[in-house]
């Protein structure tokens, strides 16, 4: 069975925006800043992960391989059209923005990091969660079932119960109850990949997290602003979860995503060899 696409590509200009949804999440996350960025003009695509969007067992048979394919042909899509890309991310899908950025310097040019994920240790993460890194093996991992925190990641009450009628309607997806725990330890090991390889990244790099994250706690996004290897802006929200792209202050995150977008337009531009026309003449 093949599950039926909602990823979603909205043309623009020759600055492409690359959106990554979260795990057990759905392009529709990230469709608040995808019109923003594309109301200033960019190029926008949220493509759907795969094993995502669909039944528990597609979820469960994907891989972490299998999200970043999904990432990569993304990519290989948005450059099409775009001569440069940002790469956006939020939770696991900032860790596949990451990777995808270590792995192709000279295709993604600068990256939006919301909320980073590389270890689950928010305030409503479960006690018990920190032995689940002892599990190894996919078969035995799939005996688990971790919940879905109470507030589904967002603060605003108005907001989460306005997602809680939506899925209900069937007009929406579904909210997930809870991760299988084959997908926890999928993004365990990609989370560990990620770790090793975080000082190739030297793109210039936007991370926006909550202090009070429910699911990751803000030493995540210390770790990466001490360890990534080119220029960071970490911008701390207080008064979202970690849904920040629909959260209260999902205003600032496009704000402060769509200027740090133009610097890099700018900066790339400058960088850029002028046309014989205009160029000064060289000195006697």
């Known amino acids: 069975m093949t599950t ?34 594309a109301r200033a003009g960019h190029t926008v695509y949220c493509p759907q992960l795969a094993g995502h969007c669909g039944s528990e067992a597609e979820l469960k048979e994907s891989t972490w391989q299998d999200w970043f394919a999904s990432a990569e042909e993304a990519l290989a899509e948005i450059r099409k059209t775009c001569s440069s890309v940002i790469v956006g991310g939020l939770s696991t899908g900032a860790l596949l923005a990451l990777k995808l950025a270590a792995d192709r310097p000279t295709e993604v040019q600068g990256l939006a990091l919301f909320t980073p994920t590389l ?15 002892l599990v190894t093996f996919k078969q035995f991992a799939h005996l688990f079932r971790f919940a879905t925190p109470d507030g589904f990641g967002i603060k605003d009450d108005r907001i989460r119960e306005f997602i809680r009628r939506a899925a209900g309607s069937g007009n929406a ?62 911008v701390v929200l207080d008064d979202s979860y970690h849904l920040v792209t629909i959260d209260r202050q999902r205003h600032i995150v496009v704000e402060r995503t769509l200027g740090f977008i133009d610097r890099m337009v700018k900066a790339i531009t400058e960088a850029q060899p002028k046309p014989a026309a205009f160029r000064q003449p060289a000195m006697a």
């Open 4 to 37: 039926k696409t909602q990823s979603y590509y909205i043309a623009g200009g020759s600055t492409g925006v690359l959106l990554l949804h979260g795990l057990c999440g759905t392009p529709t996350e990230m469709r608040f800043v995808a019109n923003a960025m």
């Open 119 to 133: 270890w689950l240790n928010g305030f409503q993460i479960p006690w018990y969660m920190r032995f689940f890194r």
């Open 173 to 234: 997806p579904a909210v997930p109850v809870y991760t299988p725990g084959g997908a926890a330890l999928e993004r365990w090991r990609l989370a560990k990949t990620v770790q090793r390889l975080v000082k190739r990244v030297t793109q210039p790099t936007i991370i926006l997290h909550p202090r009070e994250d429910d699911y990751a706690a803000l030493n995540n996004a210390f770790y990466l602003q001490k360890n990534l290897g080119g220029v960071v802006d970490l």
